[in-house]
């Protein structure tokens, strides 16, 4: 499968048959346990968001809350980051964003060549990511302490 040459239609479709056998797993993870709600920005919202962004190959994207992985394998797919990190710390769906990672891996190899996908469990609080230039949270699912927790981490 040649990524450059996918139409955003055929990923997302893509996407949908990757995340199918996982539906029962995923959910099981829709807890509404504070700061660990679950939420995904929509494939075309973030089409959009990367028009301004405009990542280049000397970028490190982080995605602070990665959940199931969708947005970190949009970037991975989509964009020429130098290397893409998602930290979830909500364990059950860590796994399933390692599950989808594993079946990218063995169906698309090549882009696996030159580029890196990081997916980390635990608390992004915890982590050394000096590296990284851009970071990503979806911040109206997370508490008022835990965002300033994160903002004085980035600072
Ligand atoms: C709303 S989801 C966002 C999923 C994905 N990033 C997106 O935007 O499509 C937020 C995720 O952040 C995770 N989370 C909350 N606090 C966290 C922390 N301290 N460290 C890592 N992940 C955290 C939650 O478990 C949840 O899966």
């Known amino acids: 499968m040649n ?3 996918m139409t955003h ?9 990757c995340y199918k056998p996982c539906i029962h797993e995923i959910k099981q993870t829709l807890c509404l346990k504070l700061n660990e709600t679950y939420g995904e920005l929509y494939y075309y919202s973030l089409v ?3 028009k ?4 280049t190959s000397q970028d490190h994207f982080l995605d602070i809350g990665s959940g ?13 980051a130098a290397s893409v990190t998602g930290i ?11 599950q989808i990672k594993e079946k990218l891996q063995q169906q698309l190899p090549e882009i696996f060549v030159k ?4 997916l980390q469990p635990g608390d992004f609080l915890n982590f050394e990511l000096d590296h990284i230039t851009i970071a990503y949270v979806c911040s109206i699912v997370l508490s008022f302490e835990l965002l300033n927790s994160i903002g004085k981490k980035i600072n």
């Open 52 to 55: 301004y962004l405009n990542i």
């Open 68 to 80: 199931i992985g969708k947005l970190v394998f949009q970037i991975f797919l989509t964009t020429e």
């Open 48 to 50: 959009k968001l990367l």
């Open 88 to 98: 979830e710390i909500n364990t059950l769906r860590h796994s399933i964003a390692i």
């Open 9 to 17: 239609e055929m990923i997302q479709k893509y996407f949908d048959e």
């Open 115 to 118: 580029k890196f996908l990081n």
């Open 3 to 5: 990524m450059p040459l």
